[in-house]
């Protein structure tokens, strides 16, 4: 009989990882699933026919009920705070665990002991790709643990979750999230390289077409998709960020932490996780990586363009004043100008005065389709 599995943790990544388990694997439903918040399992649930999932009111429910248990959880003592509460009321004997959160190697080491001490089996299976790609089925997931049970596990990723697995078949736990934390240090660097290329692009007078054309052209794929999202400024208007700024500063600590424990010195990390610190700071929990470019904005000055606009603005409305023809229509002349003038402005304004908070307003990108990236 094809195994009962339960699923905890519906965050942006854990609803399609999940969706792509209940629809695509070999699994006996309902899929139980549970949330800390239950609203966001009940609205979960609704995309699914009669029968094919089951919310379950506590960890323990579900956990009881399975035999193969998924967590994809924010960070590292919420794992720990899981492994306490399903180890304190559950036998977990016999079943397997394959948690696919980021969380420090160590953290992990100790996670996976808990468990194989209580006779349960463990992998550790943190994911690459963003929730866009966990929607469709096509992460890439890093198997560590056991041969016997990553080849358990192995029937959730290729193919139902993921387009590809990094196999680490029988190598400690803690290799999978040393991948997984250094390969994250190459997402944070690329947000970091698109960002400060695009802002020297339009600083020096080029505009951002003709970089988001090349990176389209040479780095298509993970670069192109950020700098749609970084230009297009969609990061600012979703409800939830889709990379939160704190998980990225929790990945970009781990990856700190091992490359200390290493010896080894970070220096684009350093950048990086200052920047995420000012995103973190200007825009809170809401904040998305994508938002480092407005950092990046705001460190260039590009946020002073409208005071130097304003300044040379009311150097021509003196000009005009003085100017203007004599006459009878001189207060004519006068006033046509330099209403035309401050009208200008205005309209000129308006579209970059949101950029005195780039953060929250990268730029307007959608006024006319023609100056789409210009
Ligand atoms: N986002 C990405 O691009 C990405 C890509 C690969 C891997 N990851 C990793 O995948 C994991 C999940 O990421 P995500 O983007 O899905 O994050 P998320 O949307 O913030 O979801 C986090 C999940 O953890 C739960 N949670 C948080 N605090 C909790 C607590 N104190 N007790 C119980 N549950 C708690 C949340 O429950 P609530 O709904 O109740 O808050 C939610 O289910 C993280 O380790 C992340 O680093 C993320």
Redesign the pocket.
């Known amino acids: 009989m094809a195994p009962k599995l339960c699923w905890i943790?519906?965050?942006?990544?854990?609803r399609g990882m999940c969706k792509n388990v209940v629809k695509k694997a070999d699994v006996q439903h309902p899929v139980l699933i549970y949330?800390?918040?239950k609203q966001?399992a009940v609205e979960f649930s609704t995309m699914f026919e009669d029968g094919e999932v089951e919310i379950v009111d506590s960890m323990a429910a579900g956990v009881a009920k399975a035999d193969v248990i998924f967590t994809?959880?924010?960070?590292d003592d919420?794992v720990e705070?899981?492994v306490d509460d399903i180890l304190g009321s559950v036998d977990v004997k016999g079943k397997l665990f394959v948690d696919?959160?980021?969380?420090h190697p160590d953290t992990t080491v100790r996670v996976s002991k808990r468990f194989v001490d209580a006779g349960a089996e463990f992998v550790a299976a943190?994911?690459?790709?963003?929730?866009a790609m966990g929607e469709i089925g096509q992460l890439v997931g890093v198997l560590a643990g056991p041969k016997e049970s990553v080849q358990k596990a192995r029937a959730y990723f290729k193919g139902v979750m993921a387009k590809a697995e990094i196999g680490m078949s029988d190598l400690p736990y803690e290799k999978a999230l040393q991948l997984k934390l250094i390969g994250n240090t190459f997402i944070l660097n690329m947000v970091e390289q698109i960002s400060e290329g695009l802002v020297l692009s339009e600083k020096a007078g080029l505009g951002t077409k003709y970089l988001y054309d090349f990176i389209h052209l040479i780095f298509p794929g993970l670069f192109a998709a950020y700098a749609d999202r970084i230009l297009s400024g969609k990061y600012h208007t979703m409800d939830?960020p889709?990379?939160?700024v704190d998980?990225a500063i929790?990945?970009a600590r781990h990856a700190l932490s091992l490359a200390e424990t290493a010896g080894v010195r970070m220096g684009n990390l350093d950048v990086g996780m200052a920047h995420l610190q000012e995103v973190k700071q200007h825009q809170g929990e809401k904040g998305d990586i994508a938002s480092i470019y407005g950092a990046i904005r705001a460190q260039a000055g590009l946020n002073w363009s409208v005071v130097i606009g304003l300044v040379i603005v009311i150097a021509m409305c003196v000009a005009a004043w003085f100017f203007s023809p004599k006459g009878e229509n001189q207060v004519l002349w006068r006033s046509s100008i330099i209403l035309s003038i401050a009208s200008c402005y205005l309209m000129w304004a308006v579209t970059f005065l949101a950029q005195l908070h780039p953060l929250i307003e990268p730029r307007r990108s959608d006024l006319r389709k023609e100056y789409i990236h210009h």
Do not use: E, H
């Not at 943790?9 to 854990?14: E, H, K």
């Not at 994809?72 to 960070?75: Q, S």
């Not at 696919?100 to 969380?103: F, G, M, V, Y």
């Open positions: 943790g519906l965050g942006n990544m854990g949330n800390r918040t966001k994809i959880l924010a960070k919420v705070a899981v696919c959160s980021t969380i943190p994911v690459f790709g963003a929730p939830y889709l990379f939160p998980l929790k990945d």
